[in-house]
């Protein structure tokens, strides 16, 4: 009498689980899903070396014997269901799709709402979506390889706030240049109202978060260290002081237009059929800012 035997898929499978468990820290809680069917394999609750932190991931685990990279060091993983892909674009928390190559042992990740919304055009017009990974996006737990996951997880966790933070930047942009120039080299002894105040510390914090998205270097202090400046110069009667807020202004001055042209791109280039679908007219606008920064008449 023959025993049960088991057959590849499964075995893959079990190969590719434990080669994920040992590309992600240790501390990290995986909670494997049982209904694997519905696209999703495990949950992941990130956590530092301490404490949980009630921030989750959702990946899908793609088992390969030996993945076969293109001249563009690229891997095409087929055979997607279009429901899949609906499912991960819809879903509530980030998706990471990962293909694991058994025979290297390595994971190698992609974001999937990040990817759908890059691929629009085919997502809405193609059966199937290819899903086309880097090799330079491997999954290890050494700090390099996880600050670069976990990057692109925080910024697909909060990708709704970019685009209310994209929004105010372009309704807001015109008059924001003006006050910043205006606020450039008056007298560095005298005290800054408190309404001017609000006003640069909002842009402040406005052009923190879009530079942290698109990857421009932040190279502002910590605005109360320029309060504190202010007041070990010039005494407590004012918060801040006209010459750290020239320091201020000039620099969010120069970043404004970076960040415009930025942003142009992002809509009108990388993901330009998703946002002539999400907002039509704002896409238009930008499509027609000039290279130097001029607003369409």
């Given at each position: 009498m023959g025993l049960p035997q088991r057959n590849t898929q499964h075995i893959t499978e079990t190969k590719s689980s434990k080669i994920f468990r040992n590309s992600i820290p240790d501390h990290w809680l995986v909670?494997?899903?049982?209904?694997?069917?519905?696209?999703?394999?495990?949950?992941?609750?990130?956590?530092?070396?301490?404490?949980?932190?009630?921030?989750l991931v959702s990946f899908?685990?793609?088992?390969?014997?030996?993945?076969?990279w293109n001249k563009r060091n690229k891997y095409c993983l087929s055979g997607v269901?279009?429901?899949?892909?609906?499912?991960?674009?819809?879903?509530?928390?980030?998706?990471?799709?990962?293909?694991?190559?058994?025979?290297?042992?390595?994971?190698?990740?992609?974001?999937?709402?990040k990817y759908i919304r890059e691929n629009?055009?085919?997502?809405?017009?193609?059966?199937?979506?290819?899903?086309?990974?880097d090799n330079q996006q491997i999954l290890k737990p050494s700090a390099r390889s996880l600050g670069a996951f976990l990057t692109q997880y925080y910024l697909d966790q909060n990708y709704e706030i970019l685009v209310k933070d994209i929004i105010a930047f372009i309704a807001n942009y015109q008059s924001h240049m003006d006050f910043l120039e205006c606020n450039i080299g008056r007298d560095f002894f005298m005290g800054v109202e408190w309404d001017r105040i609000v006003v640069v510390n909002y842009i402040y914090?406005?052009?923190?978060?879009?530079?942290?998205?698109?990857?421009?270097?932040?190279?502002?202090?910590?605005?109360?260290?320029?309060?504190?400046?202010?007041?070990?110069?010039?005494?407590?009667?004012?918060?801040l002081y006209?010459?750290?807020?020239?320091?201020?202004?000039?620099?969010?001055?120069?970043?404004?237009?970076?960040?415009?042209?930025?942003?142009?791109?992002?809509?009108?280039?990388?993901?330009?059929t998703y946002w002539l679908c999400r907002n039509n007219m704002l896409a238009n606008f930008l499509y027609n800012v000039s290279s130097d920064g001029k607003f369409p008449n």
């Open positions: 909670r494997e899903v049982t209904e694997r069917d519905y696209g999703i394999d495990f949950y992941v609750e990130i956590a530092d070396s301490k404490r949980l932190t009630g921030e899908q685990i793609k088992g390969k014997s030996k993945i076969r269901s279009i429901e899949n892909t609906e499912y991960w674009y819809s879903f509530s928390v980030p998706v990471f799709i990962c293909v694991v190559d058994l025979h290297e042992e390595s994971v190698y990740y992609l974001a999937a709402k629009f055009d085919s997502y809405l017009n193609k059966p199937r979506l290819p899903y086309y990974f914090n406005l052009l923190d978060s879009l530079c942290l998205f698109f990857g421009f270097e932040w190279d502002l202090e910590k605005f109360d260290t320029y309060k504190l400046k202010s007041k070990t110069k010039f005494g407590d009667n004012y918060d006209e010459e750290q807020l020239t320091e201020i202004a000039a620099k969010l001055f120069v970043k404004m237009k970076l960040i415009l042209m930025q942003i142009k791109n992002h809509i009108c280039e990388k993901e330009s």
